[in-house]
């Protein structure tokens, strides 16, 4: 059964920065794609950020810029490097794992596999 186990949430002042971590069992996190997805009160669950196998990028236009997204293959484990975080990044940040190559990057339905998420609260 796969396994993603997110860390490193947390509370930061804006303008401050945090390192997500995504661990992943029995899924290889060069496989097909991964990706980081965020829910806040009262809102649909959203894309923030996606990593192919051969490492392309994709980020949402909220976050280009601040974000950066990459994994360590030895580790298998993947990670969401957020600098200059404002309030309205506060969310649950949630670490997905797609079964196959997905037709869209930006769609939550195309990730098979789900962490149960890492609080994360940017203060102003």
């Known amino acids: 059964q796969v396994q993603l186990a997110e860390s490193g949430g947390g509370l930061v002042q804006a303008g401050g920065s945090l390192r997500l971590s995504c661990a992943a069992s029995?899924?290889?996190?060069?496989?097909?794609?991964m990706g980081w997805f965020r829910q806040s009160p009262g809102k649909e669950r959203e894309f923030v950020a996606a990593?192919?196998?051969?490492?392309?990028?994709y980020y949402a236009d909220s976050v280009k810029g601040r974000f950066t997204i990459s994994r360590d293959n030895a580790k298998n484990t993947m990670y969401l490097q957020m600098d200059g975080l404002k309030p309205d990044d506060t969310a649950v940040y949630y670490c997905?794992?797609?079964?196959?190559?997905?037709?869209?990057?930006?769609?939550?339905?195309?990730?098979?596999?789900w962490g149960q998420g890492t609080q994360v609260t940017v203060s102003s």
């Open positions: 029995r899924y290889s996190v060069s496989r097909y794609a």
């Open positions: 990593i192919r196998w051969s490492r392309i990028p």
């Open positions: 997905a794992a797609a079964a196959n190559d997905p037709r869209n990057y930006y769609n939550r339905y195309e990730y098979d596999y």
